[in-house]
C-alpha cells in the first residue's frame, strides 16, 4: 500500500508536465477502447537521432507479438501500458519473460480519471532470480499533439515504475502512441511517432490531421541510412531491465 500512495503522489506531481493544449470540450474524444491491431501495422519513431521501425507480426485476442528492423521479437499484451510479457534477445538479459498480476484492461475504456495498479514479475537467462515490482497508471485529460507524423487528439496516461514515469499520447486514430515521453530524475527521453502504416484503417479514428497530412504521415520511411547499430539497439516495450536484483537500469519503451 505505501508503494501505490508513492506512486499515485507521483502521478499527481506529473499531470502538469508538457505544454500540449487540452482539448476543448466540442473536441474531445468519446472514451476510447483498447487498441485493435493487425499483422502489418507498422510505425516510425523518432527517438533521439535514431529512426525505428516497429511492426505487428502477429494477433490474438489478448497478446499482440511485434518485431522492428533490427530483428528483435516480442509480446505485449493489447493494453498499451503492459510491459512485454517475452522477448527473444537483450544483451544483458538474454530472452526473457514477464507476468502481470492484475488487470491493466480495467483502463479501458480511456477516460480522464480512470486508475489501474497491477504488479510484475519476470525473470530472464542472466537474471534467473527475477525480479517484482508494481506498476500505476492514471489516464490524464485529452490532449493536441504535434508530432512528426501530424496532429494527433491523445489520451494522456502516466504510468509510475519503479526508476521512471511514461507519458503515453495514446491517439485512437492510429492504435497506438503517437509520443511517448520517459522522465527519470535527471533525463528525459522522447519517442515520437514519424510515420505509420495501418493494415486496417479503423473507421472511428478521428484526427484533426487534414488528409495531405495523413497521407504524408502514411508513406513508408527510407530507414537505411537511419538505423541503430546493434550497439545502440534497445530492448521492447516496458522490459525491466536490471543489472543487480535490487538496481534498475533503463528500459526502452515502446510501451
Known sequence: ??????????????????????????EKMPPAEMPVYAPEDTYVFKAGENLIEEKVVSVSPDRVVWTNDRGLIWTVGRE??????????NAELGRGRQTIIGSPSQLFPLETGNTVSFGVRGSSENLPNGWQETQVCEVGPQEMVAV?????????IICQRVDHVDIIYYAPQIQHYALRIRRHDTTE????????????????????????????????????TQKMSPSQSEPPS?????????????????V
Open 1 to 26: 500500500l505505501t508503494g501505490c500512495s508513492q506512486a499515485n503522489l507521483a502521478l499527481e506531481n506529473v499531470f502538469s508536465f508538457g505544454s500540449n493544449d487540452e482539448l476543448a470540450a466540442a
Open 148 to 156: 512528426a507524423a501530424g496532429d494527433f487528439r491523445t489520451f494522456k
Open 238 to 254: 516496458g522490459m525491466v531491465i536490471r543489472k543487480k536484483a535490487d538496481q534498475t537500469t533503463e528500459p526502452e519503451g515502446g
Open 80 to 89: 498499451v501500458v503492459t510491459p512485454a510479457l517475452s522477448w527473444s534477445a
Open 189 to 224: 527521453d522522447r519517442k515520437e511517432l514519424v510515420s505509420f502504416r495501418l493494415n486496417e484503417m479503423p473507421e472511428t479514428a478521428v484526427s484533426k490531421a487534414s488528409a495531405p497530412d495523413m497521407q504524408a504521415a502514411m508513406k513508408p520511411i527510407d530507414l537505411t
